[in-house]
């Protein structure tokens, strides 16, 4: 079955940089689109980056040039390299797949900005 497992969340200053994975299997995952989606408390979940088979990428403008996603395919392993965080960034974060019309998550990862 397919699982995906996050990883490298945790507390930092403002300004600070953390690198979150997300681990896929059960599947063949090179060949479909993969995203990043966070959750604030008292919010909807909002998507913040995604990585197309091919590599291409979008971004929320929220994180655009501090935040980049990329993708292993040899590894089945999906990262988000944030920089410069900021309180706001402060959110679970989620590893999302679809395959073949179906929604994949993982149970996310805390991330949280404060002095």
């Known amino acids: 079955q397919v699982q995906l497992v996050e990883s490298g969340g945790g507390l930092v200053q403002p300004g600070g940089s953390l690198r979150l994975s997300c681990a896929a299997s059960g599947d063949m995952f090179s060949g479909y689109a993969m995203d990043w989606y966070r959750q604030a408390p008292g919010k909807r979940r909002e998507l913040v980056a995604a990585?197309?088979?091919?590599?291409?990428?979008n971004y929320a403008d929220s994180v655009k040039g501090r935040f980049t996603i990329s993708r292993d395919n040899a590894k089945n392993i999906l990262y988000l390299q944030m920089n410069s965080l900021k309180p706001e960034d402060t959110a679970i974060y989620y590893c999302?797949?679809?395959?073949?019309?179906?929604?994949?998550w993982g149970q996310g990862t805390q991330v949280t900005v404060s002095t």
């Open positions: 999302h797949v679809n395959l073949r019309m179906r929604n994949y």
């Open positions: 990585v197309t088979s091919g590599g291409s990428t």
